[in-house]
């Protein structure tokens, strides 16, 4: 029996990637810098909250939370920065 032979990845970012990562969220910060909820929710995932965590954190309804994503989600789909494969 053949065991294949997984080489495990090193958990922590490159220099290359972490910049990378800052440079895309400055970017999609200057995109909501008029949207102070939106901003909000992307401080809280950038810290690992959840959607209720951020909601009572920062005193915003479940509706004006779901607003402000689908808002989020509009503006990237439309400035093409999404995960998805192209």
């Given at each position: 029996?053949?065991?294949?032979?997984?080489?495990?990845?090193?958990?922590?970012?490159?220099p290359e990637r972490s910049l990378s990562a800052r440079q895309e969220l400055t970017a999609i910060k200057k995109l909501f810098a008029g949207?102070?909820?939106?901003?909000?929710?992307?401080?809280?995932?950038?810290?690992d909250l959840s959607a209720e965590q951020i909601r009572s954190s920062h005193g915003i309804s479940r509706t004006d939370y779901d607003s402000a994503r689908k808002r989020m989600?509009?503006?990237l789909l439309r400035e093409g920065l999404t995960c998805e494969p192209k």
């Open positions: 029996m053949k065991l294949a032979m997984w080489k495990l990845r090193d958990p922590a970012p490159t949207d102070a909820v939106a901003l909000k929710i992307i401080a809280g995932l950038a810290d989600r509009r503006t």
